[in-house]
């Protein structure tokens, strides 16, 4: 049966109803457009998500518990469980078994900027860019470690090639191009509140990212996964594109997955406040999951334990640690694994059926995206981390206010003067703990409190610190 008859039989034959207008060249890539789509997968996600529950997959709430994680000590340098840890992570850096992995393939609808997410510029003097900031944090782990760290980028067919093209304008901002690989993830089309596939434009279809749970094959699909394995990588780090705080490869973090009896580990920071906007990891049996804090019922998040702490308190800041051998294991064709879709209801720009372009105000549809999350029930034994907001976490998704670029600068001035004190320099702050006076480390001077500790114990005096000072 040919596409067209098929999406006729599916009841989405008006994706062709242009067709006759179309010249080859429109009707050969509204064909290749069709053909990516998985119409029976999307007639079940219609059922079951459009009008219906907003994910897949059900969740118990009474059997949910609160997950259990490794806090971080009060003394971390004599603490032998974490000191271990670290030995490992650094011993599996140095054998270049880790590789960082981005997620950089979202829309970035809330910050609303023109062009991928990670050329948003950030660092506050420089104003060094997203991209940039990983990839001097990646060089000067590879020169900590004398070794490499091979990175890879995954993009969407939105921004796949500016991706590429920012890259290559700006030299892979110092890392070697042999270990940088870009890679797409899937996508799938977006469906209006009956079902029906919207059209973009005549000949093509509203096509979105399938989310950053797309990942996972993504990799297997694209080829890289076949890469990582040919180098002997057995660890990602995986970290989203907006979060320029993010350790990008932490050798406690790694070290705890490697001795650990799972396949994905996570990091978790105790929510500040009860309805604080992160996930909550829970497990349910000896399955963990994290249940986004839209889901969680408020009886839930209030809940508090005998010293009045908050008892669902570890939140989920989308830092994980995967293992290559899981992700062929649930991308391969006898895997009985398949991650959920979720859908959301956003505002779809599209065609109607007299061909005129609709930019609507009011939501009128859905796309559906799969969560990299939702693979922890499958990974094994839970491993969780805490880490510290300023040390991993400060991501940039608004255009304004909470989580926005002027937070993340702040953010950022107030981790520098953090380890500036802690190496006994004075640095005057205003009452939110901002520096009077801008400050900016470079990663390539410092990208963590240990490797800046060691810089400005040789180079300190060099910088004047009672006007804007950018240390490098
Ligand atoms: P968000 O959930 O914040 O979505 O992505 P977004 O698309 O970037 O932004 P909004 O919601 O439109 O404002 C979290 C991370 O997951 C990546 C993003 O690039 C970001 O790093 N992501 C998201 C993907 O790689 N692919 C997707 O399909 C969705």
Not at 59 to 65: P, Q, T, V
Not at 169 to 188: C, H, I, K, P, Y
Not at 189 to 195: H, I, L, S, Y
Request: glycine share 8%; hydrophobic share 35%; net charge negative.
């Amino acid at each position: 049966m040919d596409t067209i008859e098929r999406f006729e039989q599916f009841g989405q034959g008006h994706v062709f109803q242009f067709w006759d207008s179309l010249n080859e060249e429109e009707r050969t890539s509204l064909l290749e457009q069709a053909e990516e789509i998985d119409l029976k997968e999307l007639a079940e996600l219609v059922k079951s998500l459009v009008g219906g529950e907003g994910t897949q997959s059900e969740i118990n709430y009474d059997a949910l518990e609160p997950a259990p994680y490794q806090p971080i000590p009060d003394d971390i340098e004599s603490d032998s469980r974490w000191q271990e840890a670290k030995q490992v992570g650094e011993e599996a850096l140095r054998a270049v078994r880790v590789a960082a992995f981005t997620v950089a393939g979202g829309q970035g609808t809330r910050l609303g900027f023109n062009g991928p997410k990670g050329t948003f510029p950030i660092s506050p003097i420089k104003n060094k860019t997203l991209f940039q900031l990983f990839a001097e944090k990646i060089r000067a782990a590879q020169d900590r470690y004398s070794s490499a760290i091979p990175w890879f980028i995954m993009t969407s067919h939105v921004n796949h090639e500016a991706t590429e093209r920012f890259f290559r304008e700006n030299a892979s901002f110092g890392l070697s191009e042999s270990d940088v690989t870009f890679f797409r993830q899937g996508r799938m089309p977006a469906v209006d509140f009956q079902g029906k596939i919207l059209l973009e434009s005549n000949g093509s279809i509203a096509m979105s990212p399938d989310g950053h749970g797309g990942a996972l094959r993504a990799l297997s699909r694209s080829g890289a996964l076949d890469e990582m394995e040919s180098r002997g990588i057995e660890y990602l780090s995986y970290f989203q594109v907006d979060n320029p705080h993010v350790q990008v490869v932490d050798p406690y973090f790694i070290g705890f997955h490697a001795q650990s009896n799972t396949s994905m580990s996570s990091k978790m920071l105790p929510k500040a406040y009860e309805k604080e906007k992160l996930g909550h990891f829970c497990v349910s049996g000896d399955r963990l999951e994290v249940v986004e804090y839209s889901d969680m019922p408020d009886e839930l998040t209030a809940q508090r334990d005998e010293n009045g702490q908050l008892r669902f308190i570890a939140g989920s800041v989308a830092i994980h640690i995967i293992s290559t051998k899981f992700i062929r294991e649930v991308t391969s064709d006898a895997s009985a694994i398949s991650l959920p879709f979720h859908k959301a209801i956003k505002k779809i720009a599209h065609i109607d059926d007299s061909g005129e372009q609709i930019v609507p105000n009011e939501p009128n549809g859905v796309k559906f995206e799969m969560f990299v999350f939702d693979a922890l029930p499958f990974a094994g034994e839970p491993m969780i981390i805490e880490t510290t907001r300023l040390g991993d976490f400060s991501p940039v998704k608004n255009a304004e206010g909470v989580d926005s670029a002027e937070s993340c600068r702040a953010d950022q001035q107030r981790l520098f003067a953090q380890w500036l004190m802690q190496k006994g320099v004075e640095v005057e702050s205003d009452e939110l703990g901002v520096p009077i006076n801008k400050i900016e480390i470079s990663p390539l001077f410092g990208y963590n409190y240990e490797s800046f500790a060691e810089s400005w114990e040789r180079r300190g005096p060099e910088f004047d610190l009672s006007k804007e000072a950018y240390i490098e």
